[in-house]
């Protein structure tokens, strides 16, 4: 069987006219309020999510978002984004007023304060990063908000920005890992001084534990797998290991909870008509009751029910439930 990443999607070149940017407000009132700015508004989406990042590749017609003081303290986001201007008219304010981003630019913005923008026949790629990976790119990231990283300085994030909107759908989950260290090793490289390169030296701790979530995933369908096996693997103390794990609560939960992401994504993918018994088997639990009580405990229902729900949705229903659920992976 040929497993599939979900994607997001949205085009309101497919909805009525009279539904189209009610749907694409919709989609974005977890965080930003959206309004037309035009007679011909226009906005198509697809969106891949990587690790602890997602991106989107979008094109957009007289529309605007913001997020005021207001949705900065109600609706909590912590994540940065990265937006790579391809074409068209795009304007943005950090609070000091707007500007253009120009074509080959990339805007930083700060989801914890206030930010507003416009878009006119703009093809944008939009990468959302948590924020502990910008940290791991330049300490005290706060004071990027609104900083542009201009065309000659950002060239090589540029092109791996575009290369990977473009391909998501190939990536394996345990490419993201290391498709996450190349992301911000090159923003250490277009954000430092062309003298202070020291910006660019890695941190070993992370790669360690990058690696480390790598061989995860690649075992994951391994009935057997367990914390043991990465101390085997990558010659560590228990001390360490779990140390390394403690922000996801130790290796064994992340373990766990990896395999009820996995199988969410199952699930949801209407080629994929394995009964919960040998999806369960397939992604290493010990058994169908296990794997229904863990699901029922993490997402608030039983696999059953959210694959009814995921399969019975419609498409703008589908691309809201995935755009609020990636919202977990950045922070």
Same mark, same amino acid.
């Given at each position: #069987?040929? %497993?599939?990443?979900?994607?997001?999607?949205?085009?309101?070149?497919?909805?009525?006219?009279?539904?189209?940017?009610?749907?694409?407000?919709?989609?974005?009132?977890?965080?930003?309020?959206?309004?037309?700015?035009?007679?011909?508004?226009?906005?198509?989406?697809?969106?891949?999510?990587?690790?602890?990042?997602?991106?989107?590749?979008?094109?957009?017609?007289?529309?605007?978002?913001?997020?005021?003081?207001?949705?900065?303290?109600?609706?909590? =986001?912590?994540?940065?984004?990265?937006? +790579?201007? &391809?074409?068209?008219?795009?304007?943005?304010?950090?609070?000091?007023?707007?500007?253009?981003?120009?074509?080959? /630019?990339? &805007?930083?913005?700060?989801?914890?304060?206030?930010?507003?923008?416009?878009?006119?026949? @703009?093809?944008?790629?939009?990468?959302?990063?948590? $924020?502990?990976?910008?940290?791991?790119?330049?300490?005290?990231?706060?004071?990027?908000?609104?900083?542009?990283?201009?065309?000659?300085?950002?060239?090589?994030?540029?092109?791996? #920005?575009?290369?990977?909107?473009?391909?998501?759908?190939?990536?394996?989950?345990?490419? +993201? =890992?290391?498709?996450?260290?190349?992301?911000?090793?090159? +923003?250490?490289?277009?954000?430092?001084?062309?003298?202070?390169?020291?910006?660019?030296?890695?941190?070993?701790?992370?790669?360690?534990?990058?690696? #480390?979530?790598?061989? %995860? /995933?690649?075992?994951?369908?391994?009935?057997?797998?367990?914390?043991?096996?990465? %101390?085997?693997?990558?010659?560590?103390?228990?001390?360490?290991?779990?140390?390394?794990?403690?922000?996801?609560?130790?290796?064994?939960?992340? %373990?766990?909870?990896?395999?009820?992401?996995?199988?969410?994504?199952?699930?949801?993918?209407?080629?994929?008509?394995?009964?919960?018994?040998?999806?369960?088997?397939?992604?290493?639990?010990?058994?169908?009751?296990?794997?229904?009580? @863990?699901?029922?405990?993490?997402?608030?229902?039983?696999?059953?029910?959210?694959?009814?729900? @995921?399969?019975?949705?419609?498409?703008?229903?589908?691309?809201?439930?995935?755009?609020?659920?990636?919202?977990?992976?950045? $922070?």
């Amino acid at each position: #069987m040929t %497993i599939t990443r979900p994607g997001l999607g949205f085009d309101s070149a497919g909805l009525a006219t009279g539904e189209a940017f009610d749907a694409y407000r919709a989609l974005y009132s977890v965080g930003a309020e959206v309004r037309e700015t035009g007679p011909a508004f226009a906005a198509r989406m697809t969106g891949w999510r990587l690790d602890r990042a997602v991106v989107y590749d979008r094109r957009l017609n007289d529309v605007a978002h913001e997020r005021d003081a207001r949705l900065v303290r109600t609706a909590a =986001m912590e994540h940065f984004t990265l937006t +790579l201007v &391809l074409a068209g008219e795009f304007h943005a304010d950090a609070g000091d007023g707007f500007r253009q981003v120009c074509p080959g /630019e990339i &805007l930083i913005l700060d989801m914890t304060r206030p930010m507003r923008n416009r878009a006119g026949g @703009a093809h944008v790629v939009t990468l959302s990063v948590a $924020r502990e990976r910008m940290a791991q790119a330049r300490p005290r990231p706060r004071r990027l908000h609104g900083a542009v990283i201009d065309a000659e300085r950002g060239v090589l994030l540029a092109d791996h #920005m575009r290369s990977i909107a473009l391909r998501g759908a190939l990536l394996t989950p345990a490419m +993201l =890992m290391p498709v996450s260290r190349i992301t911000i090793d090159l +923003l250490r490289i277009a954000l430092a001084e062309r003298d202070d390169m020291e910006m660019v030296r890695h941190d070993p701790r992370a790669e360690r534990v990058d690696r #480390m979530r790598a061989y %995860i /995933e690649e075992h994951l369908t391994d009935a057997g797998f367990a914390p043991p096996a990465l %101390i085997d693997r990558f010659a560590l103390s228990r001390a360490t290991l779990y140390r390394d794990f403690e922000r996801w609560g130790g290796p064994a939960h992340y %373990i766990r909870q990896r395999r009820l992401e996995r199988l969410r994504d199952r699930l949801q993918d209407p080629a994929d008509r394995r009964a919960l018994a040998e999806l369960a088997s397939a992604l290493g639990f010990s058994g169908e009751n296990v794997a229904s009580a @863990a699901f029922l405990e993490t997402f608030g229902m039983r696999p059953g029910q959210y694959r009814r729900m @995921a399969r019975e949705e419609s498409e703008e229903a589908r691309s809201r439930r995935r755009f609020d659920e990636w919202q977990s992976v950045l $922070r």
